[in-house]
């Protein structure tokens, strides 16, 4: 209980929760839908702790994109709220 408490509270105040995310799971899954809309800086806002600290590392963002290939339009249907938000956040960075 004191888990999630400290965890809510780190992401009202825009931080890191103890398992990397900004937002909660529940809230993540309710914009997952609509997170294609929002403008790429609000998207960034939904990027993990990985990415956001890996940012500026190349081997490990080429890493990420080994097996992804973008004439695939299938795999866009498995990205949820958290890919996009850490595609957004890698281009703006």
Do not use: C, H
């Not at 209980?1 to 809510?8: G, R």
């Not at 009202?12 to 809309?37: E, T």
């Not at 081997?59 to 080994?66: A, C, L």
């Amino acid at each position: 209980m004191f888990l999630q408490i400290t965890d809510a509270i780190k992401r009202f105040f825009g931080k890191f929760d103890s398992i990397g995310l900004r937002q909660s799971i529940p809230y993540l899954n309710v914009v997952a839908a609509d997170i294609i809309w929002f403008p790429i800086e609000r998207q960034a806002r939904f990027a993990d702790v990985i990415t956001a600290s890996n940012a500026r590392n190349m081997q490990w963002i080429t890493d990420q994109f080994i097996d992804f290939d973008p004439n695939n339009t299938m795999q866009f249907d498995l990205f949820n709220a958290t890919a996009i938000g850490n595609l957004a956040y890698l281009a703006l960075n």
